[in-house]
């Protein structure tokens, strides 16, 4: 909602800062930003004047080859045509389709509508599981974690981009965690285990709302949630095991780890969840 007006261009970074369109250039072309040797660069970096004419200076690792990369190109120079660099500080302005300038009260209601309505503020945390969990169920819903390619997208080489498991699709969030053999595997056991119709799930919003969808009720329904968000952090554990130790998955000890440890910190971190070991197996949580 703050929006840089351009002046000379020393103060608005290029790639990062919202000035050009509703957003920063590098979400609206990101082939290109991944190629952009300096991802801090200023817009005067990259916009010069030289007497009435104006310039475009880029600096990539390589030169534009792919499909998506020339178009990118083409279509980031034809937006900048417009644009055209003045002897005056840049300077940011509040930009909400407003024409009576900046309030507070307006900042007030716009935030209120962002975490009403935005899918990005959607995931709710459960009270019994610890807090490390409930932080990465919502990097995970975010898109957050440092999957294969996520490390792409952020410049970094890996050896391939497909998954550590399968080896036949991209190492995505939603493949690692709904997509896999290993994880459809895992919530097959975990359907059976809560007595709940099967799991299937196309997206980490689908698990983090399956609470919700699953036929469950009252205490369950908590339960369910926290036994989620553990098989997802226990998941990403595994498949840490892979990267970094060579270890194969086995699904039903991922199982039996997501069952024991629900069960230790249902029973110590919730205080109306008392519940004995079979009790806790039956999923008799009432």
């Not at 890996?158 to 290993?182: A, P, R, Y």
């Not at 975990?190 to 980490?204: K, L, M, N, P």
């Not at 069952?259 to 999923?283: E, S």
Request: with cysteine; net charge positive.
């Amino acid at each position: 909602m703050i929006r840089g007006k351009l002046g000379d261009g020393k103060q608005i970074r290029f790639w990062l800062d919202t000035w050009l369109c509703d957003e920063p250039i590098k979400n609206k072309f990101p082939n290109l930003f991944a190629l952009e040797k300096n991802k801090r660069v200023v817009v005067a970096d990259r916009i010069r004047k030289v007497g009435a004419a104006r310039v475009l200076l880029w600096e990539w690792r390589r030169s534009n080859v792919t499909t998506e990369e020339i178009q990118e190109k083409q279509s980031l120079e034809v937006l900048l045509q417009g644009v055209s660099i003045e002897d005056r500080y840049d300077s940011w302005e509040w930009s909400d389709g407003r024409t009576d300038g900046f309030s507070v009260a307006a900042v007030k209601n716009w935030m209120r509508g962002s975490f009403a309505n935005s899918t990005r503020f959607g995931f709710k945390w459960c009270k019994w599981v610890p807090l490390k969990c409930n932080i990465f169920m919502w990097r995970a819903f975010l898109d957050r974690l440092p999957t294969k390619t996520a490390l792409l997208r952020r410049s970094i080489q890996v050896d391939n981009q497909f998954c550590v498991w399968c080896e036949c699709k991209e190492e995505t969030v939603e493949h690692l965690f709904t997509g896999c053999g290993i994880s459809a595997g895992v919530w097959h056991g975990i359907s059976r285990w809560c007595r709940i119709r099967d799991i299937f799930a196309f997206h980490v919003k689908d698990l983090v709302d399956m609470h919700e969808v699953s036929g469950v009720s009252g205490n369950k329904k908590m339960v369910l949630h926290g036994v989620i968000i553990i098989a997802c952090w226990r998941l990403w554990r595994a498949r840490n095991d892979t990267v970094f130790s060579r270890k194969e998955p086995n699904v039903v000890e991922i199982i039996a780890d997501i069952k024991i440890l629900g069960f230790l910190w249902y029973n110590n971190r919730f205080k109306h969840g008392v519940v004995d070991w079979d009790r806790w197996c039956n999923f008799d949580v009432m």
